[in-house]
């Protein structure tokens, strides 16, 4: 069982996607995410299985969650550095975000 904590290792932070892209070198179809954390931790990159629910054109100007304290992983070359929220569902991958505006970069507690 995790501890409180443990949860409070994780650096969740809200973030506008300002770029998205099409990733077609990635295993399984995914977009590669360029979002802004704010002035603290500025412009960040991840990797998104999330082609089943959301077309690239939808993403832009939306806010989500990410994990921000994780160390980068190279995918299929990519560096992603951030790990965006979601839940899986049988339809594919839902977002995980605020439910109205926030600044970017806000922790989540």
Request: hydrophobic fraction near 45%; include cysteine.
């Given at each position: 069982?995790?501890?409180?904590q ?9 973030g506008?996607?300002i ?6 070198q990635?295993r399984?179809?995914a ?7 704010g002035?603290?931790l500025g412009?960040k990159?991840s990797?998104a299985?999330i082609t ?10 939306r806010?989500v969650l990410g994990?921000?304290n994780?160390?980068s992983r190279?995918v299929?070359g990519?560096p ?13 991958v839902?977002?995980?975000g605020?439910d109205r ?6 922790r989540?507690?």
């Amino acid at each position: 069982m995790a501890t409180i904590q443990d949860f409070e290792q994780l650096d969740i932070r809200t973030g506008t996607i300002i770029a998205c892209e099409p990733f077609p070198q990635a295993r399984k179809p995914a977009y590669k995410l360029t979002i802004d954390f704010g002035p603290d931790l500025g412009i960040k990159h991840s990797s998104a299985q999330i082609t089943a629910l959301y077309a690239l054109e939808q993403l832009v100007g939306r806010q989500v969650l990410g994990v921000v304290n994780f160390p980068s992983r190279l995918v299929a070359g990519f560096p992603s550095e951030v790990l965006v929220l979601g839940v899986y569902t049988p339809e594919g991958v839902v977002l995980i975000g605020a439910d109205r505006p926030v600044p970017n970069g806000v922790r989540l507690g």
